[in-house]
């Protein structure tokens, strides 16, 4: 079984990126993330292409922001719209929704950004975050966190841990949040399967920061231990990065029990460039 993550930032504009990926990769079960579409306007959009490729569809919309989604071929019972008891900013936001795929509970997830360590935006972000912890915990035995968790989880993880001082993402805080979920037995697959590769799935847009292989890894799939024990392959699909109209984020790719296209590697191609030297390069926002 195949299953993907992926962060789209507008499902609408990823259209002609979205659809040919679908029939290359060919994935069970697809997490989508910032969809930025109502669940009726996703449905007139894509529902008869998906059903045509064999997709059931669970759906968490809004108007304009946020949005998350889950496309499964192998079975999509129990669905949960929303992080039940979750934080809302001020009001609960499309962030959340869960099924069971093939005997899996999946949850595709849009964490909240944060914005900066000192905002009201922050302390909404850890709160739902240890919402989202409880609901893990109390939920079946199997079960895969999939999506853009807007964590770093480590510096190695960052194209330079000197560019990120004072921003979020890689605050203590943060990264206590997530270590919390992998307390539960969650295990960082692609980390797991790469511990000392250089692997990123988020590029800004602006400088050059993807074609520099400038770049962050905060898009995650947590996978409970029987799970985490099935992976046969865990990589980063560069490949959707490339060329004309792509997301800032890149799927992040997990096979259990068989890996079709081989253990090809957590980047696909290679990275585009050296590391930086520290401090040599600087995040776009603040140039």
Known sequence: MRIATWNVNSVKQRVPRLLPWLDQRKPDVVCLQETKLADDAFTALLGDELAGRGYEVALNGELQWNG????????LDDVVVGLPGAPGFPHPEARAVSATCGGIRVHSLYVPNGRTPDSDH????LAWLTTLRDVVEQGPTDVLVCGD???????????????YIGQTHVTAPERQALADLHALGLRDVVR??????????????????????LGMRIDLQ?????????????????????????????????????????????????PSAKPAKKGSAKLPQGQ
């Open 68 to 75: 998350v989604a889950i496309l499964s071929k192998v079975g």
């Open 122 to 125: 922050y302390k909404y972000k």
């Open 149 to 163: 968790i807007n964590i770093a989880p480590a510096d190695a993880d960052l194209f330079d841990p000197e560019a």
């Open 192 to 213: 797991e399967r790469w511990p000392n590769e250089r692997v990123f799935t988020y590029w800004d847009y602006r400088a050059g920061m993807f074609h520099k292989d």
């Open 222 to 270: 947590l996978a409970s231990g029987a799970v985490a024990d099935r992976v046969k392959a865990a990589w980063v699909d560069r490949l959707a990065r490339k060329g004309t109209g792509p997301s800032d984020h890149a799927p992040v790719m997990v096979d259990l029990d068989d890996a079709p296209d081989g253990d090809i590697g957590p980047m696909v191609p290679p």
